[in-house]
C-alpha cells in the first residue's frame, strides 16, 4: 500500500494527460458508451493520483479537468472525428485501464501498451469485404429470402463494402457512400429480378442495407439516454437518423427512378 | 401439428441465418475470433426466441425483449466464463433483434410520403430499440451489481488482485 501511494505521487502531470487523452481517444473512435469512457477517464487520473477529475463524454468528444496533486488544476478537450465500431480495441483499451488501477502495470507500460494499440493497421480490404458479403446473405435470408436473394444480396454487400472504401470520410460526407449504396443496392435487386421473376426484391434489398443501417447506434443511443447520458443519446439519435435517410433516399430514388 | 412442423423448420433456418448474419456484423466490428462462435449462437438463440414470442403473437416489443433479455443474461454469463467484456458478446448477440428493417421502412415511408404510416413504423421502431437496450441494460446491471458483491468477499485477503477475479468467474461458470 505505501509503496502504491509513492508511486501515485510520482506520476508526472505530462504522463497522466497523456494516459488519460489517449484512452479517451481510442474509445470515442472504436464506439465505446458513454459511460465507459467517462469511467476509464475519471478511473485512471484517480489512480495517477488526481485529487479530482471532471468528464463530461460526448460521441464527438471529451473534455475533463483534473486536479493533481499538487492541487494544479488542468483542463484538455480530445476531438475525435472518424468514428467506427472496433469491439477489440474496447476490449483492449479496458484490460489496460483494468490492469493500471489494479496495479498489474505502471503507467509507463500502460502508455506503451495504449500508443501499441493506436498503431494497429485497418481491417484490410478482403476481410471488410467477407464481413459486409456474409452479413449481407444473412439477413437476406433471415428476411424470407432463398439462395438466390442471398446471392444478390451478397454481391451488393460487397460492392457496397468496396463503395464505402472508395469513398472514405476524407472524400465525402460519410452519409454520401450510404446513399450511393443504397441506391445501387435497389437498382441491382430490380435487375436481378428481370433474370429471375420470381425473386424477392424486398428481401435482397433489406439484406443488401442490413449491413449499413445504424442499427446498434440506435441502441446505443437509447441505452445513453436511459442511463442519464442525455446530450450523447440525442447526439447518436441524430446520426442514426441521419444515416438511415441517407440509405432510404438512396433506396427510394432508384426504385422512383426504375419506375419512370 | 403442421403448424408447429413449420415451425420448427422455420426456426432452423433463423437459427442458422441469424448466426451468419452476426458473423457478418462481428467480423465487421472486429470482434476478437475466440469470441466469434459465442456472439453466432448468441444471436441465432436470441432470434429464435424472438420468434417464439411472435409466434404467439406478443407483438414486436415484447418479443425483441424477450429475445434482448435471453442474450443479456447467457452473453454476461459466457463473458465472465471467457473473462472478456460483455459488451461484445451481447452487442453481437442482439445485432439480428435490431430493428434496422424498421428503421429502413420509416425512411422509407417519409420518402414516399406516407407520414401516418411513416409515425407509426418509427414509433414502433423506437419501442423495439428500447426493449433491447432495456433487457441488455438490466442484464448488465445486475451482473454488475452481483459480481461487485462477489469481488469484494474474494478480496477479503492481501492477494485478492487475482483471487477476485478468478473466484468470480468460478461462481458463476
Redesign the interface.
Given at each position: 500500500m505505501e509503496r502504491k501511494r509513492t508511486r501515485e505521487a510520482g506520476c508526472s502531470r505530462e504522463t497522466m494527460e497523456r494516459l488519460v487523452s489517449l484512452a479517451a481517444r481510442l474509445l470515442l473512435e472504436c464506439g465505446a458508451e458513454t459511460y465507459r469512457v467517462e469511467e476509464t477517464v475519471c478511473f485512471i487520473a484517480r489512480r495517477l493520483g488526481a485529487r479530482d477529475a471532471q468528464v463530461l463524454s460526448l460521441p464527438t468528444g471529451c473534455l475533463y479537468t483534473l486536479v493533481d496533486a499538487e492541487g494544479e488544476t488542468f483542463s484538455r478537450v480530445v476531438r475525435v472525428y472518424a468514428r467506427s465500431t472496433n469491439l477489440s480495441t474496447i476490449e483492449q483499451v479496458n484490460d489496460i485501464s483494468r490492469g493500471l488501477v489494479d496495479g498489474r502495470f505502471d503507467e509507463g507500460e500502460a502508455l506503451v501498451k495504449l500508443e501499441a494499440l493506436c498503431a494497429v493497421p485497418p481491417q484490410p480490404l478482403w476481410a471488410g469485404i467477407g464481413a459486409s458479403v456474409l452479413g449481407a446473405s444473412g439477413f437476406a435470408v433471415l428476411f424470407q429470402g432463398g439462395w438466390y436473394e442471398a446471392l444478390v444480396a451478397a454481391v451488393c454487400g460487397g460492392l457496397a463494402s468496396l463503395l464505402s472504401r472508395a469513398f472514405g470520410p476524407a472524400l465525402l460526407p460519410s452519409c454520401f457512400h450510404l446513399f450511393l449504396s443504397g441506391a445501387l443496392s435497389a437498382a441491382l435487386a430490380r435487375i436481378s429480378a428481370l433474370l429471375r421473376p420470381e425473386a424477392g426484391v424486398s428481401a435482397i434489398i433489406v439484406g443488401a442495407i442490413m449491413p449499413l443501417l445504424p442499427g446498434m447506434l440506435i441502441t446505443n443511443a437509447i441505452r445513453d439516454t436511459v442511463s442519464g447520458d442525455l446530450l450523447s443519446g440525442v447526439a447518436r439519435s441524430a446520426e442514426a437518423l441521419i444515416r438511415s435517410a441517407a440509405i432510404a433516399a438512396g433506396v427510394g430514388v432508384a426504385l422512383a427512378l426504375w419506375r419512370v | 401439428m403442421e403448424m408447429n412442423l413449420d415451425f420448427i423448420a422455420k426456426a432452423c433456418?433463423?437459427f442458422?441465418?441469424?448466426?451468419?448474419?452476426?458473423?457478418?456484423?462481428?467480423?465487421?466490428?472486429?470482434?476478437?475470433p475466440r469470441a466469434l462462435l459465442p456472439g453466432a449462437l448468441l444471436g441465432g438463440a436470441g432470434?429464435v426466441l424472438y420468434l417464439f414470442g411472435m409466434q404467439l403473437s406478443l407483438g414486436a416489443v415484447a418479443s425483441s425483449l424477450l429475445g434482448a433479455a435471453l442474450v443479456g443474461v447467457l452473453g454476461e454469463l459466457a463473458a465472465r466464463r471467457m473473462k472478456?467484456?460483455a459488451?461484445?458478446l451481447t452487442?453481437?448477440g442482439?445485432?439480428?433483434l435490431?430493428?434496422?428493417?424498421g428503421?429502413?421502412q420509416?425512411?422509407?415511408y417519409?420518402?414516399?410520403g406516407q407520414n401516418q404510416l411513416a409515425l407509426a413504423t418509427g414509433v414502433e421502431?423506437?419501442l423495439v430499440?428500447?426493449a433491447?437496450?432495456?433487457a441488455?441494460?438490466i442484464a448488465a446491471a445486475v451482473s454488475r451489481s452481483a459480481g461487485g458483491f462477489l469481488h469484494k468477499k474474494e478480496k477479503g485477503g492481501d492477494n485478492g488482485?487475482e483471487g477476485g477475479e478468478l473466484g468470480e468467474a468460478k461462481q458463476n461458470g
Amino acid at each position: 500500500m505505501e509503496r502504491k501511494r509513492t508511486r501515485e505521487a510520482g506520476c508526472s502531470r505530462e504522463t497522466m494527460e497523456r494516459l488519460v487523452s489517449l484512452a479517451a481517444r481510442l474509445l470515442l473512435e472504436c464506439g465505446a458508451e458513454t459511460y465507459r469512457v467517462e469511467e476509464t477517464v475519471c478511473f485512471i487520473a484517480r489512480r495517477l493520483g488526481a485529487r479530482d477529475a471532471q468528464v463530461l463524454s460526448l460521441p464527438t468528444g471529451c473534455l475533463y479537468t483534473l486536479v493533481d496533486a499538487e492541487g494544479e488544476t488542468f483542463s484538455r478537450v480530445v476531438r475525435v472525428y472518424a468514428r467506427s465500431t472496433n469491439l477489440s480495441t474496447i476490449e483492449q483499451v479496458n484490460d489496460i485501464s483494468r490492469g493500471l488501477v489494479d496495479g498489474r502495470f505502471d503507467e509507463g507500460e500502460a502508455l506503451v501498451k495504449l500508443e501499441a494499440l493506436c498503431a494497429v493497421p485497418p481491417q484490410p480490404l478482403w476481410a471488410g469485404i467477407g464481413a459486409s458479403v456474409l452479413g449481407a446473405s444473412g439477413f437476406a435470408v433471415l428476411f424470407q429470402g432463398g439462395w438466390y436473394e442471398a446471392l444478390v444480396a451478397a454481391v451488393c454487400g460487397g460492392l457496397a463494402s468496396l463503395l464505402s472504401r472508395a469513398f472514405g470520410p476524407a472524400l465525402l460526407p460519410s452519409c454520401f457512400h450510404l446513399f450511393l449504396s443504397g441506391a445501387l443496392s435497389a437498382a441491382l435487386a430490380r435487375i436481378s429480378a428481370l433474370l429471375r421473376p420470381e425473386a424477392g426484391v424486398s428481401a435482397i434489398i433489406v439484406g443488401a442495407i442490413m449491413p449499413l443501417l445504424p442499427g446498434m447506434l440506435i441502441t446505443n443511443a437509447i441505452r445513453d439516454t436511459v442511463s442519464g447520458d442525455l446530450l450523447s443519446g440525442v447526439a447518436r439519435s441524430a446520426e442514426a437518423l441521419i444515416r438511415s435517410a441517407a440509405i432510404a433516399a438512396g433506396v427510394g430514388v432508384a426504385l422512383a427512378l426504375w419506375r419512370v | 401439428m403442421e403448424m408447429n412442423l413449420d415451425f420448427i423448420a422455420k426456426a432452423c433456418v433463423s437459427f442458422l441465418a441469424a448466426a451468419v448474419g452476426a458473423v457478418g456484423f462481428a467480423l465487421m466490428f472486429r470482434l476478437r475470433p475466440r469470441a466469434l462462435l459465442p456472439g453466432a449462437l448468441l444471436g441465432g438463440a436470441g432470434y429464435v426466441l424472438y420468434l417464439f414470442g411472435m409466434q404467439l403473437s406478443l407483438g414486436a416489443v415484447a418479443s425483441s425483449l424477450l429475445g434482448a433479455a435471453l442474450v443479456g443474461v447467457l452473453g454476461e454469463l459466457a463473458a465472465r466464463r471467457m473473462k472478456m467484456p460483455a459488451l461484445a458478446l451481447t452487442t453481437i448477440g442482439a445485432i439480428p433483434l435490431v430493428p434496422g428493417y424498421g428503421l429502413y421502412q420509416t425512411m422509407l415511408y417519409f420518402v414516399e410520403g406516407q407520414n401516418q404510416l411513416a409515425l407509426a413504423t418509427g414509433v414502433e421502431t423506437l419501442l423495439v430499440a428500447g426493449a433491447i437496450a432495456v433487457a441488455l441494460g438490466i442484464a448488465a446491471a445486475v451482473s454488475r451489481s452481483a459480481g461487485g458483491f462477489l469481488h469484494k468477499k474474494e478480496k477479503g485477503g492481501d492477494n485478492g488482485r487475482e483471487g477476485g477475479e478468478l473466484g468470480e468467474a468460478k461462481q458463476n461458470g
